[in-house]
């Protein structure tokens, strides 16, 4: 089983150089392209997401834009904005936090071309519409084989491996207030997990996109404001904070250069991780808007990109860094965020946390 593990931890070490170098020069091409748009048109994407949805039948309304971007924004708002950035900031530094940044700004190109193509390609079915880089890669590409081997591989990827993330997360949270003993309890949050999710997803993408519509804004909002509470309690340091960032980014504080890299590599990894731009997974969720025109939900995607990153991975990285955490700790994970938000605002921000 160590060999197994140790071989896996190899190939994934050196995939993500491949995955890292293919996205950046994707959100290059893309930000060159289409005049830097995800800058340019960042108004439009506002007014965009309260467009109202179009007639999919007679007399019965789509899925509107902003239900989509709820669903797309429930699949990137989660862990990996609370843990995921956590370990980043343990592992790599304050400097991963800039180049979440970074890869946020060229995500979101990307994510306007994949989700502009999905809704381009898109299916209709009874009562939405489906789509996504499987059926663009078949019907735009011509290429059914690969878009075969693409929905076998996400379908596995996001019915099996990226929910067992987000339930660890869950569980782990849970853990730090009450200090289970033994695993019967983690198992039974995983059930009830399972349980919920499964109301959810089999009732369809349109009971899907009902719930999405309400508990994102809330967790999203109540979150982004508990953040800003620490920052304004603590406006003197941010400053100094920023610099931190920028500086340990850019190697102005660092004396090697494996330092620099590691600040790169984590901020890299956990930005797409987080904001999932180029994975070929939010398209799915693009594609089930009813929209006027295929850019427009690729604007809103695009639209999500910053709020996951710029906004919610923000929100994290701000509460560790003006809590003063001792990088490299023994609190990795969410539990070094539960502890810096404890140390802030209090005990009830872990029950908190657990919630959102």
């Given at each position: 089983?160590?060999?197994?593990?140790?071989?896996?931890?190899?190939?994934?070490?050196?995939?993500?150089?491949?995955?890292?170098?293919?996205?950046?020069?994707?959100?290059?091409?893309?930000?060159?392209?289409?005049?830097?748009?995800?800058?340019?048109?960042?108004?439009?994407?506002?007014?965009?997401?309260?467009?109202?949805?179009?007639?999919?039948?007679?007399?019965?309304?789509?899925?509107?834009?902003?239900?989509?971007?709820?669903?797309?924004?429930?699949?990137?708002?989660?862990?990996?904005?609370?843990?995921?950035?956590?370990?980043?900031?343990?592992?790599?530094?304050?400097?991963?936090?800039?180049?979440?940044?970074?890869?946020?700004?060229?995500?979101?190109?990307?994510?306007?071309?994949?989700?502009?193509?999905?809704q381009?390609?898109?299916?209709?079915?009874?009562?939405?519409?489906?789509?996504?880089?499987?059926?663009?890669?078949?019907?735009?590409?011509?290429?059914?084989?690969?878009?075969v081997?693409?929905?076998?591989?996400?379908?596995?990827?996001?019915?099996?491996?990226?929910?067992?993330?987000?339930?660890?997360?869950?569980?782990?949270?849970?853990?730090?207030?009450?200090?289970?003993?033994?695993?019967?309890?983690?198992?039974?949050?995983?059930?009830?997990?399972?349980?919920?999710?499964?109301?959810?997803?089999?009732?369809?993408?349109?009971?899907?996109?009902?719930?999405?519509?309400?508990?994102?804004?809330?967790?999203?909002?109540?979150?982004?404001?508990?953040?800003?509470?620490?920052?304004?309690?603590?406006?003197?340091?941010?400053?100094?904070?920023?610099?931190?960032?920028?500086?340990?980014?850019?190697?102005?504080?660092?004396?090697?250069?494996?330092?620099?890299?590691?600040?790169?590599?984590q901020?890299?990894?956990?930005?797409?991780?987080?904001?999932?731009?180029?994975?070929?997974?939010?398209?799915?969720?693009?594609?089930?808007?009813?929209?006027?025109?295929?850019?427009?939900?690729?604007l809103?995607?695009?639209?999500?990109?910053?709020?996951?990153?710029?906004?919610?991975?923000?929100?994290?990285?701000?509460i560790?860094?003006l809590?003063?955490?001792?990088?490299?700790?023994e609190?990795?994970?969410?539990?070094?965020?539960?502890?810096?938000?404890?140390?802030?605002?209090?005990?009830?921000?872990?029950?908190?946390?657990?919630?959102?």
């Open positions: 089983m160590e060999t197994l593990a140790t071989a896996i931890e190899t190939i994934n070490e050196n995939y993500w150089y491949f995955v890292i170098a293919l996205l950046c020069l994707a959100g290059v091409w893309f930000t060159i392209r289409t005049g830097a748009m995800q800058i340019r048109w960042l108004p439009e994407m506002f007014r965009t997401i309260t467009e109202k949805p179009s007639d999919i039948s007679e007399g019965k309304k789509g899925i509107s834009a902003f239900r989509a971007f709820t669903i797309s924004a429930a699949a990137r708002v989660g862990s990996a904005n609370v843990a995921g950035v956590a370990i980043a900031i343990t592992v790599g530094g304050p400097g991963s936090v800039f180049w979440m940044w970074v890869l946020a700004i060229l995500g979101g190109a990307t994510s306007f071309i994949e989700s502009a193509l999905a381009l390609y898109k299916v209709r079915r009874r009562d939405s519409y489906v789509g996504g880089p499987a059926y663009y890669m078949r019907d735009g590409l011509g290429w059914k084989k690969v878009a081997c693409f929905a076998v591989i996400v379908t596995v990827t996001y019915g099996f491996i990226f929910p067992t993330v987000q339930a660890n997360s869950i569980a782990a949270s849970i853990d730090t207030q009450f200090s289970f003993e033994g695993s019967w309890p983690m198992f039974a949050i995983g059930v009830v997990l399972a349980l919920l999710t499964a109301a959810v997803v089999f009732g369809g993408v349109r009971r899907l996109s009902s719930v999405t519509e309400i508990m994102v804004p809330i967790m999203a909002i109540g979150y982004v404001a508990v953040a800003l509470f620490v920052v304004a309690i603590n406006i003197g340091e941010v400053p100094d904070m920023i610099g931190l960032i920028v500086g340990h980014a850019l190697g102005f504080k660092e004396v090697a250069g494996a330092a620099l890299g590691a600040a790169f590599m901020g890299v990894r956990r930005g797409l991780f987080s904001n999932e731009a180029g994975m070929g997974s939010i398209p799915n969720a693009a594609a089930t808007a009813s929209v006027s025109h295929p850019a427009k939900q690729g809103v995607q695009s639209l999500g990109v910053y709020l996951d990153t710029l906004v919610v991975c923000s929100a994290t990285a701000f560790i860094l809590s003063n955490p001792e990088y490299g700790g609190a990795e994970g969410i539990a070094l965020t539960q502890n810096a938000l404890a140390g802030q605002v209090g005990d009830w921000a872990i029950p908190f946390l657990i919630v959102t």
